[in-house]
């Protein structure tokens, strides 16, 4: 009988790829290139290069070859939406110290379908030298504040240092308006460490190894959502075919696909039954090869870039550290914080990590944001714990804790409250950090969860960003990222995460946080009081901003004197430009920090946010729930309502 069953689900499958192979094109969904394991769209090989948008040769050795601007390049790893790439005759340009390293531009050309940008890299001039003492001594005038390299012959090459301070024009804004006989060069750079910094001349400042992003374009990301295929026209411009064979064919194989699965899913059961002992060992095994296969690709990942400046403990390390998991710090969204210790005697605090995704995307992506950072309002990672299902970071011990505990008004007794100047530092402190993440990096990092139990306080009461598990990196000029889902805290998400329509999602949602964070902080309290009667249910921001609009005092606890009053509105103040509905009415962090270090007078009445409403009553609450729902698409929930 089982038999039967078998043969008849073998028949019927069989029968069904047939029909949808003759409906299908040519191009794979999947296709494996080496070790880099399957790769999909817009990837594809050189068999079938009209079928993605970026070509691979997997049958190199030792690493399968990418295709970039006519140039081929080994990769070495891929992990989520970026790869680490190597370029061999770069580094045997640089080992030899070679002009012709100069030949090798990184910087490569945006398509309206994909993007590509190379992190960390240094932006280098390449002048044409001359004997004309004019055109040299404009060159020098134009590049005042740079270095210069004039080892080579009939060109110089002008760069800034990355460990000195840009005081003139910075690379960003000198790069449209530069002298004919110049040039931009894009080369990579490795990720600097306290250990390690950067040292020496030009060419050991370089590295042929870089991690290369990509990302696809929004046009092209709805175009696959709708069953078609993006391309560019000879006119450069962008269009999106639907495959028409696979619409004719649509009925039938649905038909088919249900009398399959009724089929199938018979005589599986049949199959569970009479061979349920060999089954369950089978697919225990199965499970093995799964995790195991995964955890050599996340190995991989860290010995080639993970791993880089940072330490790496065993377990076992992490368990001296904490003395057995002795002194508990707090709970995170995705796990518990232990008080631990170095042998060389430094406090540090250690996170195990117990709710992660997959093969560990969110273990990874903390490693690569944070390894990248080195500012005084961001945490630092001392080093991270890789062993099989056991994944932990160590961070750097700050030893007044999370900043929620100081401002809300139900904080125990023992802990003192702070006073108007700290909440000044620490907000000023914190807007730096985020302008850091958001325009000082190489590579744009967004956040994605600023509140109050994310920000540490050291000894000072110096703040520093904290948990960057929900991050996500971006190019330094891209201004909207792609997100499938929500992310973040609940009370500090920003409305365009949520509700799509209000507009695109960028390192504006950071600035929606920050300003719902720095309000709670002001009044030391939750923004929406829900711990009252429902028919006068308060909303914080919104009696401030009446109060400010009113010109009348604030009426906050704790304000001694006139300086702490005018530090207190420009606090006000900022946060509400930050919480606008519109993000594009909301401020950089750039102009954040401008707000708070500026004069009070200076500051401009922000407009009022209108997805929010006062006091409420039941049947208002039932309106406003109707009109925000009409314009905003929710997609799948990822929050932490932690919080």
């Known amino acids: 009988m089982a038999s039967a069953f078998l043969f008849l689900c073998c028949l019927v499958i069989f029968s069904l790829h047939q029909v949808l192979g003759n409906s299908k094109s040519n191009c794979a969904d999947e296709f494996e290139c080496g070790g880099l394991g399957a790769m999909k769209f817009p990837f594809t090989n050189s068999s079938n290069p009209e079928c993605g948008l970026c070509r691979f040769d997997c049958h190199t050795k030792p690493y399968p070859n990418i295709v970039l601007g006519g140039q081929n390049y080994d990769a070495l790893v891929k992990k989520g939406d970026f790869f680490l790439v190597s370029d061999p005759k770069l580094q ?117 190894n870089f991690l290369l992003y990509w990302e696809l374009s929004k046009n092209c990301l709805e175009c696959r959502a709708k069953g078609g295929k993006c391309s560019v026209g000879g006119e450069h411009e962008y269009s999106c075919f639907k495959d028409v064979r696979n619409l004719t064919h649509r009925r039938t194989t649905w038909f088919m696909v249900a009398t399959g699965a009724v089929l199938f899913t018979v005589g599986l059961l049949v199959l569970l039954f009479c061979f349920r002992e060999k089954i369950l060992w089978y697919k225990c095994l199965r499970f093995w090869e799964s995790n195991a296969e995964d955890h050599q690709k996340v190995e991989e990942f860290l010995k080639n870039y993970g791993s880089y400046g940072l330490n790496r403990y065993n377990y076992t390390d992490i368990k001296r550290i904490t003395s057995h998991f002795r002194s508990k710090l707090g709970q995170g969204g995705f796990g518990n914080v232990y008080r631990g210790s170095l042998r060389n005697g430094s406090q540090v605090a250690v996170k195990i990590l117990n709710k992660l995704k997959g093969s560990g995307e969110d273990f990874i992506n903390e490693v690569a944001s944070i390894s990248r950072t080195s500012h005084v309002n961001i945490v630092s990672l001392v080093g991270f714990c890789f062993e099989g299902h056991k994944r932990a970071l160590v961070y750097e011990f700050m030893p007044n804790g999370s900043l929620e505990k100081f401002i809300y008004e139900e ?80 009370g500090y998400i920003a409305p365009e995460i949520v509700c799509r329509n209000l507009g695109g999602i960028s390192h504006k949602s950071d600035v929606y946080s920050y300003g719902m964070m720095v309000l709670e902080m002001v009044g030391g309290r939750k923004n929406v009081d829900v711990g009252v009667d429902r028919t006068s249910e308060i909303y914080f921001p919104h009696w401030l901003y009446q109060r400010i609009e009113l010109s009348e005092e604030l009426q906050l606890p704790g304000i001694m004197n006139e300086e702490e009053n ?78």
């Open 92 to 208: 045997e340009y640089l080992d030899s110290k070679s002009c012709k390293s100069f030949n090798r531009n990184f910087s490569f050309p945006n398509s309206p379908l994909i993007s590509f940008q190379i992190a960390p890299n240094l932006t280098l001039y390449r002048c044409k030298h001359s004997h004309d003492n004019t055109i040299q001594k404009t060159n020098d005038s134009f590049f005042k504040d740079f270095d210069r390299y004039t080892e080579c012959e009939g060109f110089n090459v002008y760069y800034h240092h990355p460990n000195k301070t840009i005081l003139g024009n910075t690379s960003a804004e000198i790069s449209g308006k530069l002298p004919e006989h110049c040039s931009l060069v894009q080369l990579p750079i490795p990720l600097p460490t306290p250990s390690k910094p950067y040292a020496g001349d030009l060419f050991e400042l370089l590295t042929s």
């Open 566 to 643: 005018e530090c207190a509105r420009k606090m006000v103040i900022a946060s509400l430009w930050c919480i606008q509905t519109d993000p594009s009415n909301r401020p950089s962090m750039s102009k954040v920090v401008e707000m708070l270090e500026g004069k009070l007078d200076s500051l401009q009445m922000p407009p009022k946010p209108y997805l929010y409403s006062p006091s409420r009553t039941e049947q208002q609450r039932h309106e406003d729930r109707w009109s925000i729902s009409s314009i905003c698409q929710y997609p799948e929930a990822e929050a932490d309502d932690e919080n």
């Open 411 to 490: 904080r125990s007794n023992s802990v003192r409250q702070l006073g108007w100047p700290i909440l000044y530092k620490i907000t000023l402190g914190i807007a730096r950090g985020l302008e850091y993440l958001h325009r000082g990096c190489n590579t744009r990092i967004l956040h994605f969860d600023i509140k109050p139990h994310n920000i540490l306080l050291d000894e000072d009461f110096c703040p520093k960003i904290s948990d960057f598990g929900l991050a996500k990196l971006c190019m330094q000029k891209e201004s909207i990222v792609s997100m499938l889902g929500a992310r973040g805290t609940i």
